[in-house]
Nanobody, 120 residues
């Protein structure tokens, strides 16, 4: 059974930090690229950061560059999102996403999400 379980969300003041974790099971984690997405109320889901399966390539949305860091530990089947200098506009549900494409075959999985609220 495939599972992506996010944790680490919560309420934080502007300027604060949070570290999200996503624990994966039920598939070969080290084969999959991993991403963090977020969705604010009334908004579309947006890509925050992506890391390739072995961590050789990382990309960020412009809105989080310099503040967020994505990383992964393939031995622990876990991907992380370190979020610093948080702003109220970072408030959203954050989702973990696993993605694999082999030729024309795409396989992907979503986590259930964890709420991040940035407010004073």
């Amino acid at each position: 059974q495939v599972q992506l379980v996010e944790s680490g969300g919560g309420l934080v003041q502007p300027g604060g930090s949070l570290r999200l974790s996503c624990a994966a099971s039920g598939f070969i984690f080290s084969n999959y690229d991993m991403s963090w997405y977020r969705q604010a109320p009334g908004q579309e889901r947006e890509l925050v950061a992506t890391i390739t399966n072995l961590g050789s390539e990382i990309n960020y949305a412009d809105s989080v560059k310099g503040r967020f860091t994505i990383s992964r530990d393939n031995a622990k089947n876990t991907v992380y999102l370190q979020m610093n200098s948080l702003k109220p506009e970072d408030t959203a549900v954050y989702f973990c996403y696993a993605f694999l494409r082999i030729m024309a075959i795409k396989t992907d999985y979503w986590g259930q999400g964890t709420q991040v609220t940035v407010s004073s």
